[in-house]
């Protein structure tokens, strides 16, 4: 039994059943084991916010085919990733797959897992003025990190931000 990729020769050689006698001739017989691609899903990709932008991915060889949730295929090796509604606990997987074309072997397809993050929430649950009317503190809730351009923050609030000013909060996901 031979299983490796490469060129052989076997010879077929006639045998009568009754007598057990071998023919003269021997007829060789050409016998090739075309070799598996090695197929790739590139990467790493991700991970990447829901409302992020689409992800090129690109497989070798180029030829192959891309699916997947969310993946659109492309031309040669590439494919598109989109990202809008597919956070979640689990990474999404796109897959390539290729069959050489001039000998029609293919192999085990190539895979890449790519982590969809959920968008961070950001409420607003109060704001309060100090005493003095000169500051004032919001306190908030967020699953996420979040960052003021005013203030201090501390935990799920945000002091000492003077009177009159206009104040962004930003929350990112911490990972």
Do not use: H, M
Not at 151 to 170: A, F, P, R
């Amino acid at each position: 039994t031979v299983t490796t990729a490469g060129d052989y020769i076997f010879y077929a050689q006639a045998r009568e059943l009754s007598s057990g006698c071998l023919s003269p001739t021997r007829t060789p017989v050409n016998y090739k084991i075309n070799p598996l691609p090695v197929i790739t899903a590139g990467g790493p990709y991700g991970p990447v916010c829901d409302d992020g932008a689409n992800i090129t991915l690109t497989g070798s060889p180029s030829g192959g085919t891309w699916s997947g949730i969310g993946v659109t295929d492309g031309t040669g090796a590439s494919g598109i990733f989109n990202p809008s509604g597919r956070s979640g606990s689990i990474p999404v997987t796109a897959t390539y797959s290729y069959t050489d074309p001039v000998t029609g072997c293919s192999n085990t397809p190539a895979t890449a897992n790519i982590v969809v993050n959920n968008l961070p929430t950001l409420s607003v649950v109060s704001t309060v003025c100090s005493p003095d009317l000169t500051t004032y503190t919001i306190t908030f809730t967020s699953n996420g990190t979040v960052t003021s351009t005013a203030g201090t923050v501390n935990g799920n609030t945000i002091n000492g931000i003077l009177s009159g000013t206009n104040v962004t909060l930003t929350a990112t996901n911490p990972t």
